[in-house]
């Protein structure tokens, strides 16, 4: 590339803006403490109207999704990543992926990493998944999110992973560091006390500055003692129990699930991170009712 990332990924967002084909949502937001945590709960009302509106019309809005938020309409027959809108493509990174801003962003820069060909999104992450993952880490740091099969609230089969910024209000592993060793060293393995359902922590080398075959290779050994540690197996359709998996600040966070929804809110791996967020502005008090770690450990196993 003769730009960096950042700089490609800010034209053909500007650009995309300007056309209407890139569609920042629009939310209220609201911060509840849980075990001296600080989360963000965020009432996504613009999504809960194109909801409304794509009940009314399907066929006006064949390829209206990309990645929105948990809980969203999915359209099993359609496919925004085998050819991706020219409007929200990037370019190519790596040797297998593509570079797509969700077209409804949670915030800027929020960005798709889709494999070029399909692969079932139940399918254990691969070394070239962690690579283009970590080339963006490389230039920008951020977080690295994946959900592991409709269970863990991915709204598309096309293998795909995606990143967002480091930056306020965004999801974040950072909540997490008073309860987690320092000194661990890589692909170390440990435990939060504040998390009650099965999950793992793992040192990892990622992020700015780190060569990308370095951080990739860091990463899918990560994965792969989380893996033997949760005790997730390859079956016929991919990793059982499905998963989320979250990269950001050193560490790899895997949480194994048993259902995709807490009293009919879909929890995704974004929502591990400290922001949640929710289609109904009534769904807020849900989370505040049992406190938003408890809203968590309800998904997992």
Known sequence: MTKTWMEAIDA????????GALQPVAAEQTEMEDAGMRFIVRWVSSLAVKDAARAATPAATPAATQVAIPGGPRDPNFNPFLNPDPELTVGPIGTAHVVILN?????????VLARRAFEEQLLPLARSDFAALAEIMMEAGGIGLYNGGTAAGASQRHKHVQWMPDTEGNASLRLFAPGLPGDLPEHGVARHPALSMQHC?????????VAVDVAADSLLEGFRRACDTLQLKP??????????????????????RSQECFEGISISAVCF???LYTRQ???????????PLQALAAVGC
């Open 12 to 19: 053909r967002s500007a650009a995309a803006l300007a056309s």
């Open 103 to 111: 077209k409804f962003p949670l915030c800027e820069r929020h960005l």
């Open 201 to 209: 922590f793992v040192r990892v080398r990622c992020g700015l500055g």
């Open 235 to 256: 079956g016929a359709d991919g990793l059982l129990p499905p998963c989320n998996l979250l990269i950001h600040d050193g560490w790899l966070l895997m949480l194994p």
């Open 273 to 275: 991170g400290g922001t």
């Open 281 to 291: 502005r009534e769904q807020i008090e849900s989370i505040r009712r049992v406190g």
